[in-house]
Each structure stands twice: as C-alpha cells, then as structure tokens.
Nanobody, 117 residues
Framework: VQLVESGGGLVQAGGSLRLSCAASGSTFSINVMGWYRQAPGKWRELVATITSGGGSTNYADSVKGRFTISRDNAKNTMYLQMNSLKAEDTAVYYC???????????WGKGTLVTVSS
C-alpha cells in the first residue's frame, strides 16, 4: 500500500484546509485509516481515524468539532477537513493505513500545515 498526502500549506488562524490521502496498491486490505500529526519537538499524535466503511470515526479531543475525517473508497482517498484552525495545529500531517491484526501498518511522507496567528 502506498499513501500520498496533499493539501497542506500556510493558512491564517481561523481558516480552513482540506487534506487528502490517496492510497494505491492493495487497498482492499486496509481496515482503519487515520491522520496523525507531529509538531516540532513533539511526539507524533493521533488526529482522527475512520473505519473501512466509514461508519466509525474517532477524534482527538483537541480537534473535535473542528476537524472532520472522511473517505471515498471508490477513489481510494481519505480526507481531513480542518476548520477554525489554530496556531497549535501547525504540524506535519501523516496519513496512516492499518491492515488490522497480523497485518501491516503504512505511512505517507506527510504534508506540512502551518497556521499563522
């Protein structure tokens, strides 16, 4: 499975961005997909996850009500709509695909989101 993120950039606080993660390869094997982020000097942290059918989502408390995760299985693409962005959302955002128990865990190379205050 290969993952390619896009949509990052520079935005002012209060603005919006939509990240995309295009998956290719054995995408049928993916169970859960998610977005993670890593700010300078910090550990990588979970932002949001979504199950294969899109029926179940999970969010970090810090982004609840502001970010929305979704996926289009027909396009093999996952999205992260980010609204009301804050300076503390500045980070490299990574796409993750998990094949589940006994399977592999895949990561994209990341896309940088910078929120200016």
């Amino acid at each position: 499975v290969q993952l390619v993120e896009s949509g990052g950039g520079l935005v002012q606080a209060g603005g919006s961005l939509r990240l995309s993660c295009a998956a290719s390869g054995s995408t049928f094997s993916i169970n859960v997909m998610g977005w993670y982020r890593q700010a300078p000097g910090k550990w990588r942290e979970l932002v949001a996850t979504i199950t294969s059918g899109g029926g179940s989502t999970n969010y970090a408390d810090s982004v609840k009500g502001r970010f929305t995760i979704s996926r289009d299985n027909a396009k093999n693409t996952m999205y992260l709509q980010m609204n009301s962005l804050k300076a503390e959302d500045t980070a490299v955002y990574y796409c993750n695909a998990d094949q589940g128990i006994g399977g592999m865990d895949y990561w994209g190379k990341g896309t940088l989101v910078t929120v200016s205050s």
